[in-house]
Structure formats: structure tokens, C-alpha cells
């Protein structure tokens, strides 16, 4: 048997479409005719296949364990000890009071210990809590609680601010109105001249 090079095209091929069930297709059905349209209609005819797709995406983070992330950990940090932060990290994730979509940006922050990870792996931690049907609150805390837990450093602080579709689009109609919510553990929390320097840096 032979091996086939791989070309470019099986390199950028998308993932296989998954299946979606004729239930969840038709719970989609349901809610479409509920709203007073007519599911059977062309534009909408595959539109529950595609939102159940959708979906699968917005809450891919059920099947991981964000934790995962900072397993692989660096020793050698060469004597840094000062703030390690990453901001401006765009997020989506869905309220789970109305599954609207939650727009936000976060700012994640530690004092390392022993060890740091690689930068990119706190954006992942974020998407790992993100990507479910979330409140505000608890994504803050979640995102913080696993970095305290998992790397052990001297601080955690995370920022997160977001607008939230139930409000801006529906309900009170507020367009452009923010929600933030922080999350400031060990000497970020203790130490007063710490917890200025780190939100300072964040911008706040
Ligand atoms: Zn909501």
C-alpha cells in the first residue's frame, strides 16, 4: 500500500460537516414556525441543519477541559517574576438565559510562581468557558479559578467586558452598553500596590 503526499487541497479541506439529528431539525423547525415563518420555504429549508451546526460550534467547549491548556508549563523563566498579561482578547459566548450571543473582550493577568505557560494557552482557557451557555460571572470566575488552580501563581486577575444580545437587541434595548465583571485572586487581591499595577497595565 502507498502512501498519498498530501496536497494543499486535503491540508485546507474543512472538517466533514457533522450529522445533525431530524429532532434537533425539527426542534429548529418548530421554533421557526413558532415565530410565525414557514420552515418549508426555500431560504429556510436547510436553515435548521445550518443553526444546529451553528451550535455544535458556540458550545464546542463542552467537549474540552480547559484545564488541558496549562498542563504544558515552563520552568525556566530566566528570573522573570513580574506580571505576565494578555489583553484584548475577543470572545463569544452565549447567555444562558436567552442563549443570545455575549460579545466581549477579556484581560487575563498572573503573577507567575514556578512556571508560566505559553501566552496563547490563557485565550484558550477563555474559549474553553466561552464556547458553552455561560453568564458573565461565572466565565470571569471559571477563566481565574483554573489558572489559580492549575499553574499555582502568586496572582490571578481577569477582566472581562461584554455586551450582551438579551439586553441590546431585546428587552430594555440598550445598544452599546457594557457589562464587566473582574475576578482578583492572591496578592493581586492582598497587596494594594499589586492589584493598581496589574489594572493599570489592563487600562483600567
Ligand atoms: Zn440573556
Known amino acids: 500500500m502507498t502512501e498519498k503526499t498530501p496536497t494543499v487541497g486535503d491540508l485546507v479541506r474543512p472538517t466533514p460537516k457533522i450529522e445533525v439529528p431530524e429532532e434537533v431539525q425539527d426542534a429548529v423547525r ?58 484584548d482578547i475577543p470572545f463569544q459566548s452565549h447567555c444562558e438565559h436567552h442563549m443570545a450571543p455575549i460579545i466581549g473582550k477579556a484581560a487575563i493577568a498572573y503573577l507567575p510562581g514556578d512556571r508560566v505557560v505559553g501566552i ?29 488552580e492549575h499553574l499555582e501563581p502568586r ?8 455586551s450582551h444580545a438579551c439586553m441590546t437587541a431585546r428587552g430594555v434595548n440598550t445598544p452599546g452598553v457594557m457589562m464587566t465583571t473582574s475576578r482578583i485572586i492572591g496578592t493581586f487581591r492582598e497587596d494594594e500596590r499589586s492589584r493598581k499595577e496589574v489594572l493599570a497595565l489592563m487600562g483600567y
Open 30 to 87: 418548530t421554533l421557526i414556525r413558532w415565530t410565525g415563518d414557514d420552515p418549508e420555504r426555500e431560504g429556510l429549508i436547510d436553515t435548521p441543519r445550518r443553526v444546529a451546526r451553528a451550535w455544535a460550534e458556540y458550545a464546542k467547549g463542552y467537549n474540552e477541559d480547559p484545564s488541558l491548556h496549562l498542563s504544558r508549563t515552563f520552568e525556566e523563566v530566566g528570573g522573570y517574576d513580574e506580571i505576565v498579561l494578555l489583553k
Open 120 to 148: 496563547s494557552k490563557l485565550a484558550r482557557v477563555l474559549h474553553g468557558f466561552a464556547r458553552r451557555l455561560q453568564v458573565q460571572e461565572r466565565l470571569t470566575r471559571q477563566v481565574a479559578d483554573t489558572i489559580w
Open 155 to 162: 496572582g490571578v486577575a481577569v477582566v472581562i467586558e461584554a
